[in-house]
């Protein structure tokens, strides 16, 4: 199975690319992970947050095919514990699904649209984070999820 981490817009903070560097190095000895990365659509003063979330939802969509299975990380989403979200990547792996793709959307969230066409919401918490932090959180816990299922000491319970 491979897993993507489908984004909008390109990370700027060279602390945030550290991690993300360093945790996608770590991911490559469990599974084929890469970030793609859909360009920022700029908020022009006549472009409405509601026109943004629809032109980027259909950079989304247009990003699905057969064997792609999406997945939204948004506030609104079901809570998992990190033993929880392990379990959730090793019932994707078990099922044979081709691709697993989790999609963190723009700073406005996502479209209606983008909603009604994806398998599951996903929230990291509660709080809010920008949307170029959360990318780091989700490596994190996706390499995370991949040390809980070996069985390796990363995770304390």
């Known amino acids: ?10 990370t700027d903070a060279s602390y945030l690319k550290e991690g993300l560097n ?3 190095k770590r991911l ?19 472009l409405s947050v509601e026109s943004q979330k629809r032109k980027e939802g259909e950079l989304i969509l247009a990003k699905k095919s057969a064997g792609r299975e999406i997945h939204l990380f948004d506030e609104k989403g ?3 514990s990190s033993v929880e979200f392990a379990g959730f990547i090793e019932k994707k792996m ?4 081709k691709e697993l793709v989790f999609v963190v959307g723009g700073p406005y969230g ?8 994806s398998s599951s919401k996903i929230a990291l918490s509660r709080l809010t984070f920008s949307h170029q ?8 816990q996706i390499y995370r ?10 995770h304390h319970n």
């Open 110 to 117: 996502f479209s209606d649209e983008v909603y009604k066409n």
């Open 133 to 140: 932090m959360v990318r780091l959180l989700c490596v994190e």
């Open 28 to 46: 490559k000895h469990y599974v084929n992970f890469n970030i793609e990365i859909i360009p920022d659509i700029k908020k022009g003063k006549k």
């Open 94 to 97: 078990i099922s044979g699904l």
């Open 22 to 24: 360093e945790y996608m």
């Open 1 to 10: 199975m491979n897993i993507t981490l489908l984004v909008i817009g390109k």
């Open 78 to 80: 079901k809570t998992y």
């Open 145 to 154: 999820a991949f040390t809980i299922i070996k069985g390796e000491p990363y």
